[in-house]
């Protein structure tokens, strides 16, 4: 197997991946910037680790000479795509990470005619939920070559893990965005409201700024694009208030403390709990005549889909099946692709109205 380093391995994401490609008979580098939980993870899991920050792209281009891939599960990826992206162009290594950060898709997307020279592949947005609603978006189009619009939805029944936190605190300021004509679209948090069958009836749902208003739209080439979750009413009050209370939350001492109170309060989902959660994902194609199609998608604990999409994506770019420059993962391995990964359901689908 060709040499893979994943990067954050010690927090929660890359724990999890880094254990399963473990699990796989995958001898994954492990690293990072935190030489003790680097270390102590190693020893654990009797691997190699490199030690090394980004503020350098030469010192991380030498780390990454005989490394054939890099896995991004560092999060925020403002704070580390960029970097590990540069890097990667120079030693000539393919990347692929487990974002939903819309600005991060498309900056990584700017530079594919550089991995096409460099014959790498950029492959960001490989974990939840942009796998299986790119796959889902792509399959719909299948059912409806003439879509004009895509709207999107995940319903998942999971708190956010420190780095999800960590996430959303750093994207504070950006509230939300849609696809609009081809557009990138900046819009107020929670600027749409509708309900959706998600799967188990129909459950009240806002528009989030979530990674498939980029990747669905470079996948299919539908010019509009906009994606939902489900939102119990305490969500969508919060979402309201966005307006008035981020310029206060996006202040960085403020940042930083619930920071800190996200690092304190919650890890992650013990083992029991993912094995024991499950995730709905809905489609909904239209064109511009009011031809309508719909269809679904379950899978189990979104921890657990983003793990097996990752290690999913990253083995057919070790083993050399993507081509260079930036890739989707539905653009790539095409709609089925999510259907072999986790156990996933089949794609429900509705008549095509």
């Known amino acids: 197997?060709?040499?893979?380093?994943?990067?954050?391995?010690y927090g929660y994401n890359g724990r999890l991946m880094s254990e399963e490609a473990f699990d796989r008979g995958m001898e994954p580098i492990l690293a990072g910037r935190d030489g003790g939980a680097l270390?102590?993870?190693a020893n654990e899991l009797g691997l190699e680790s490199r030690r090394f920050g980004l503020?350098?792209?030469a010192a991380v281009a030498e780390e990454l000479d005989d490394v054939d891939c890099v896995l991004n599960c560092a999060g925020p990826f403002s704070n580390t795509a960029d970097e590990l992206v540069e890097a990667c162009i120079r030693s000539r290594t393919d990347y692929v990470d487990i974002t939903g950060e819309i600005p991060v898709i498309e900056r990584?997307?700017?530079r594919s005619e550089e991995a096409e020279e460099a014959g790498i592949t950029l492959l960001p947005a490989a974990g939840l939920s942009s796998v299986p609603m790119d796959c889902l978006a792509a399959h719909l189009v299948e059912r409806l070559p003439e879509a004009t619009h895509l709207a999107l939805g995940a319903e998942t029944f999971r708190p956010p893990s420190v780095g999800s936190i960590?996430?959303?605190?750093?994207g504070l300021e950006d509230g939300g965005a849609v696809r609009n004509e081809g557009r990138l679209e900046y819009v107020p948090a929670g600027w749409k409201s509708r309900r959706i069958d998600f799967g188990r009836?129909?459950?009240p749902a806002v528009t989030m700024p979530l990674g498939d208003v980029s990747t669905s739209y470079y996948t299919t080439g539908v010019p509009n694009v906009e994606t939902y979750v489900f939102a119990p009413p305490p969500t969508r009050l919060l979402l309201r208030a966005h307006r008035?209370?981020?310029?206060?939350?996006a202040a960085e001492p403020v940042r930083e403390t619930l920071k800190g109170v996200a690092q304190v309060a919650r890890e992650g989902p013990s083992k029991r709990a993912r094995e024991r959660g499950s995730s709905y994902f809905w489609g909904e194609a239209r064109t511009e005549d009011g031809e309508r199609a719909v269809?679904?998608?379950r899978m189990s604990d979104p921890y657990v889909v983003t793990g097996a999409c990752a290690l999913a994506v990253t083995e057919r770019v070790l083993d050399g099946e993507t081509a260079p420059g930036y890739r989707t993962p539905a653009g790539e391995f095409g709609p089925g692709f999510v259907l072999g990964i986790d156990e996933a359901e089949g794609f429900l689908d509705e008549e095509t109205s």
């Open 244 to 249: 008035f209370v981020a310029p206060l939350l």
């Open 39 to 41: 270390s102590e993870q």
């Open 108 to 110: 990584v997307g700017r």
């Open 295 to 297: 269809s679904r998608l």
């Open 201 to 203: 009836g129909e459950r």
């Open 55 to 57: 503020s350098e792209p």
């Open 1 to 9: 197997m060709a040499e893979l380093l994943i990067y954050g391995s």
């Open 166 to 170: 960590t996430t959303l605190l750093e």
